[in-house]
C-alpha cells in the first residue's frame, strides 16, 4: 500500500524510513514528475534532496523489503510513466 505526503519538507519527515523504497513526485494533478528509489534510513534524505529542484504537490511511497526489488520496480516505473524529470533509458 503506497503512502502519501505533501511535497514539503514537514511532509516529508513524516514518511517512514525503516525499509527501501520507490518514491513518485506528482503534480496537484496527478502526474508523476520524477520516480526515485532510496535504501532503508535514507528515505526522507533522498527525497528531499529534488525539494526545489522538480515541481510537485505530493509525494507517495511504496515500500519494499529488499532494496534490489525496489530498484527493479523503479525502472520498471520509469519505462512505463516516462517521467518528465527522469534521466530516459534507466
Do not use: W
Amino acid at each position: 500500500m503506497a503512502k502519501k505526503a505533501k511535497y514539503t519538507r514537514t511532509g516529508i519527515e513524516k514518511l517512514p524510513a525503516d525499509k527501501p523504497v520507490i518514491y513518485r513526485i506528482k503534480t496537484r494533478t496527478g502526474k508523476t514528475n520524477y520516480i526515485g528509489s532510496a535504501k532503508c534510513g535514507r528515505v526522507r534524505q533522498r527525497i528531499g534532496e529534488h525539494l526545489g529542484r522538480i515541481p510537485g504537490a505530493t509525494v507517495e511511497i511504496e515500500q519494499f523489503n529488499r532494496i534490489k526489488d525496489a530498484r527493479e520496480r523503479e525502472s520498471r516505473a520509469i519505462k512505463y510513466s516516462k517521467p518528465k524529470h527522469n534521466k530516459r533509458g534507466k
